[in-house]
């Protein structure tokens, strides 16, 4: 479907008519930790195997979507005793509350694009921000469903990811970005992108300002595809940077510097 045919409700965050819109994935960015890979490492079969394939994925060997399903399907545990576990473990960045109550007073749109699964992230950010807070962002992820021969996501093995849509990527976060990208340049606002990991490799073209995470696979990718980025600890960075932009102290391009 091209943008011409796209109707209001197809674009959730141009809503309020924002002259900037934040896509950013989840695990590993808003939180210190990935989530998934703390199940896996911690429930499932391990952190060796995990990291072989997020290599595979990283140097094209294998599709995202294949190892990330591998992954989740080493982990037995009942549902809700997963939730739990990241309840007690998994941590929100550092400057990611001021940045999200910034971006409502400056109608600045949060859109979570996530390779992982919606209820786990909505139950993380009810947890970090309250639930009334969680409710109001938008997030496109990958769902959870009672997994064949099963009766419900809480018994032993009883739950399984069901992907998004059917590409390799399981979510392919560009086709969510891209008919914001195309709208015609009088009504397009200004497309940021903050993400770590292989998940980000389809989005990490479609916007004007890519944050890839110090130290994670996106800088490696941004740097082998010549992919204009720059870097980020925390979102206190990212939030310095994008009040620049929109101040007009700061173009886009001129905060691309790549690694630092």
């Given at each position: 479907m091209g943008s011409s045919e796209l109707s209001p409700p197809s674009l959730p965050a141009m809503a309020t008519n924002p002259k900037f819109i934040f896509f950013t994935d989840f695990d590993g960015t808003i939180t210190q930790q990935d989530s998934n890979d703390f199940m896996t490492d911690t429930l499932g079969f391990g952190p060796e195997l995990r990291k072989r394939g997020n290599e595979d994925v990283l140097f094209g060997r294998r599709d995202f979507r294949d190892s990330f399903q591998e992954m989740l399907d080493s982990i037995k545990t009942p549902f809700d005793k997963c939730i739990e576990t990241l309840l007690q473990n998994i941590?929100?960045?550092?400057?990611?509350?001021?940045?999200?109550?910034?971006?409502?007073e400056n109608n600045m749109p949060i859109v979570i694009l996530s390779g992982g699964m919606e209820p786990v992230i909505r139950a993380l950010l009810a947890h970090f921000l309250g639930e009334e807070e969680a409710h109001s962002l938008q997030i496109v992820s990958n769902q959870v469903v009672v997994r064949e021969g099963k009766k419900s996501l809480t018994e032993e093995g009883g739950w399984m990811i069901t992907?998004?849509?059917?590409s390799g990527f399981g979510h392919d976060k560009s086709l969510e970005i891209r008919p914001y990208a195309n709208l015609p340049a009088d009504q397009r606002p200004v497309l940021f992108y903050a993400g770590d990991g292989v998940s980000d490799l389809s989005a990490a073209k479609e916007t004007d300002l890519l944050f890839a995470k110090a130290g994670k696979d996106l800088i490696t990718y941004c740097e082998k595809e010549n992919v204009p980025f720059t870097t980020f600890h925390d979102f206190t960075e990212i939030l310095a940077v994008v009040k620049d932009i929109v101040a007009g102290k700061l173009?886009?391009?001129e905060a691309a510097v790549g690694r630092k």
């Open positions: 941590t929100l960045d550092a400057g990611f509350k001021e940045f999200f109550h910034w971006a409502k992907f998004h849509d059917d173009t886009v391009k």
